[in-house]
């Protein structure tokens, strides 16, 4: 009976495979002179199940065994439908006709309006409307993102070009090459959550691509799209409330899609220089529904990076409305000679405007992709691929692939390592030597010796030197090993170290990290400037901005996140710290009227003591929430994107008196709200930064225990939104309450936009002010304007104190 019924079992099984078993739609799409239509949709009609053809015009869909009714659509073409019965794979040719659009019927006067106003005047009446009808839906989503080098110099920087980018003798080839499949979902107003199913990327066969729907998603809906990603004012859409002060319309006529009337309209900038798109919309009369997109962004609309991007938007019909069905990105651009151009392209299907989700499905997590996504076989992507390989894709996977397999065995990276870990001056005195195990994840990296000097008046000529051992464990955990020396050779002090630092879950940022030893610090523990501006200030200008003290300490620190956004580290610190003095007047250049100070801040002119030698033992604990932090969660970390919302940041510091004969006895609370990069639509975007503070207790407070403030005594430094432009660096430091604020906004070009010279430039306006009270500076404010260009900026500005004007001049800056 068992063997029947096991019998039984697998016929049944067998009979369900074959009638469960699908077949291959597939075939090429080309217009009437015989050339590739890219990007058609292709899907059954009265579903939103479908696919598209590829840049070459082939597309293949899997469907069950039946009859279908399939419908092959493309932007300025005319939708065809076929029948077509499957019960086996099939192909089907298809020739599309360019579409006929009419002005039959339609009387346009030179002098008066063209009908486009209109039609985009509804249009507009009914953005909001459009914009919310669906409250929520789901989606499958397949992207496909390619990026190849199309021309290139020989060499760049004595470097080969061809063979550092694997490129073919023409010095062309495939950059990047990745696929994704994903379910996706959203809910107004804005939660999206989308978990990954596969993932591939050329010659990276253990990579998570980065392809997310919802950086496909441009709503024509929306008044402004694209806003701090080609740009970061973003860019006004042809339906906004505000469209007709940047766009004129014009009426290429209408043609009838099943007893339905849609207008083709082009979108002409009013002005050159405008952050507006260029091209074609199409408008359904009566419930003026955007259905179809092809517009572009030149770089004189303010994109940066690239020359072009193409944005084509093909739509589908769900119930009463229209939703995405392609979506394709397509753009160019020339970067010191570097040819490059490439796509990406989404496919949406299967949609469900009525979902029901569970409670907390929507909790910060947009995008999840587990350890399984990259596992899937060449099967699984022959059979679940909605746009096909071109030739060119197919053979840069077979190579890459065969490649990355021959780069992972333990005989390959031994050569290489062998070529890669050879002694080099310029290694060793420049960038840095390292000693790279990549079979056994593991690097020994010494620093460069040149960086690593550097001359004040405490130490004279000096050197700081130290190595750093990493071992990187599964799914990015690692731990690493740092000892440090260092020396002066007019103090003749030598101080060193020995820390460590193990993160142990990535994707909680959980990790532990200790240190024991001794160091030159400086009294500021916001640092005043890198020991190389301040080796040029004192050796060529005769001036020592930075102070400095030895610490000898102990510590030990762990830091987690405990729920979504918030974050929690406590640390213990033994510390024993020294006053030191200026051992050395040595200089370059001695400059009239210009002298050394002494190290003590307080005291320029004399050599006096700012602390006594003394002990201290120091707890540290803070907790930081991010409001509506948004996340993606990857196997090997997690990764935080910008939120709408500001961070607050409450921190408790208590010196405790007698624990290893510890001086100290305070307590000192902190609190910090701020947030970076607040839209502003086409006005740019806002960042600021409250604090406040006190001392509870502050019985027995050493300089080095202050609340100190970045301030800035130089000319130039980096640039930094807490960062004071005028203020002292060491004078304003506090023991008791404070107050401090900074308020910067960026215009992203709004006026030099309009300035044909500077408009070439691409210079970002900025304006600021900052303000500090505490009790021994009351109503400390600085204002400043200026501009900036990528990592370089330049301002001016002007600080008060109380009514009084103490300060003003130029400040520059670079880096991020």
Do not use: C
């Amino acid at each position: 009976m068992k063997r029947i019924h096991l019998a039984f079992l697998l016929i049944f099984g067998s009979v369900s495979t074959l009638f469960a078993q699908e077949f291959k739609l597939k075939g090429s799409i080309k217009d009437t002179e015989g050339q590739a239509v890219p990007f058609v949709s292709v899907y059954i009609k009265n579903t939103t199940k479908g696919t598209s053809a590829n840049v070459d015009g082939i597309y293949s869909l899997a469907l069950d065994k039946g009859t279908f009714t399939i419908i092959y659509k493309a932007i300025g073409y005319k939708a065809i439908e076929k029948n077509i019965n499957i019960t086996d794979n099939i192909s089907e040719d298809v020739v599309l006709a360019a579409e006929s659009y009419t002005l039959s019927g339609v009387t346009i006067d030179g002098n008066a309006e063209d009908p486009a106003y209109e039609i985009v005047r509804q249009a507009i009446k009914r953005r909001k409307q459009h914009l919310t009808e669906v409250e929520s839906y789901t989606a499958d989503v397949y992207i496909k993102g390619v990026q190849k080098l199309v021309g290139a110099p020989k060499k760049f920087f004595g470097r080969d070009v061809r063979k550092t980018l694997d490129l073919d003798t023409n010095r062309k080839g495939i950059l990047y090459l990745s696929e994704s499949t994903s379910t996706f979902a959203f809910q107004r107003p804005g939660k999206i959550h989308e978990e990954m199913v596969s993932s591939k990327i050329s010659g990276r066969n253990n990579a998570f691509s980065f392809n997310k729907a919802s950086d496909l998603i441009v709503n024509f809906y929306d008044n402004i799209l694209l806003e701090n990603t080609m740009s970061a004012r973003g860019f006004v859409s042809p339906i906004s409330d505000n469209a007709f002060l940047y766009y004129r319309y014009k009426l290429l006529g209408f043609s009838n899609e099943n007893g339905e009337t849609i207008n083709k309209i082009q979108i002409i900038p009013k002005r050159e220089h405008d952050p507006v798109f260029r091209g074609i919309i199409y408008i359904k009369e009566d419930s003026w529904h955007l259905v179809n997109a092809n517009v572009y962004l030149t770089q004189n609309s303010g994109i940066n990076l690239i020359d072009t991007l193409t944005i084509s938007q093909q739509f589908l019909k769900v119930e009463d409305t229209y939703m995405p069905s392609n979506m394709n990105f397509q753009f160019n651009g020339n970067v010191f000679g570097f040819k490059f151009e490439g796509y990406y392209a989404g496919v949406y299907s299967n949609y469900n405007i009525h979902p029901n989700f569970p409670k907390n499905y929507f909790n910060g997590e947009i995008l999840k992709i587990t350890k399984a996504v990259n596992k899937k076989d060449s099967l699984f992507w022959l059979n679940n691929r909605p746009i096909p390989l071109t030739p060119e894709e197919s053979r840069d996977y077979v190579r890459k692939d065969s490649i990355a397999a021959l780069k992972t065995s333990k005989r390959y990276l031994d050569s290489v390592e062998r070529a890669n870990n050879k002694f080099g001056i310029v290694k060793i005195l420049l960038t840095s030597y390292t000693i790279n195990n990549r079979y056994d994840r593991k690097r020994l990296r010494f620093d460069p010796i040149l960086p690593a000097l550097f001359y004040n008046t405490v130490e004279g000529f000096g050197a700081r030197y130290g190595a750093t051992y990493t071992k990187d464990l599964e799914y990015g955990a690692f731990y690493s090993i740092r000892p440090e020396v260092r020396y002066g050779f007019s103090n003749k002090l030598l101080t060193g170290s020995l820390s460590g630092n193990y993160l142990y879950d990535p994707v909680k940022r959980a990790s532990i990290n200790a240190s024991i030893g001794s160091g030159i610090y400086d009294l500021n523990n916001h640092g005043s400037m890198s020991l190389l501006a301040n080796s040029i200030n004192s050796l060529f200008f005769e001036t020592n901005f930075s102070k400095f003290y030895k610490k000898e300490f102990a510590n030990i620190g762990t830091s987690r996140e405990l729920t979504n956004g918030l974050q929690a580290t406590i640390s213990a610190e033994f510390t024993r710290n020294t006053n030191l003095v200026n051992t050395t007047t040595y200089k370059i250049k001695d400059l009239k009227g210009e002298t050394f100070k002494s190290n003590n801040p307080f005291s320029p002119e004399v050599e006096t003591p700012l602390f006594p030698t003394y002990e201290a033992f120091i707890m540290n604990a803070s907790l930081t929430y991010t409001i509506g932090q948004s996340y993606i969660t990857r196997p090997d970390r997690k990764v935080y994107q910008e939120s709408k919302y500001p961070s607050i940041r409450l921190a408790y510091k208590k010196g405790i008196k007698g624990i290893l004969s510890s001086d100290v006895d305070y307590d000192l609370i902190t609190a910090e709200v701020y947030q970076n990069r607040i839209s502003s639509g086409l006005w740019g975007y806002s960042s600021f930064v409250i604090g406040a503070g006190k001392f509870l207790n502050n019985a027995q407070v050493y300089y080095p225990e202050f609340k100190h403030f970045r301030g800035n005594n130089s000319l130039f430094g980096l640039p930094e939104l807490r960062k004071f432009l005028f203020l002292d660096f060491y004078l304003h430091s506090t023991n008791r309450e404070y107050f401090e604020a900074h308020f910067e906004h960026n215009f992203s070009g709004l006026f030099t936009n309009k300035v044909p010279l500077l408009r070439k430039l691409k210079l970002e306006e900025l304006a600021g002010v900052s303000y500090l009270s505490q009790p021994l500076k009351r109503n400390y404010t600085e204002f400043y304007f200026g501009l900036q260009r990528l990592i370089f900026r330049a301002a001016y500005g002007f600080a008060y104190d109380g009514n009084k004007r103490v300060n003003h001049g130029f400040r520059l800056s670079y880096g991020f």
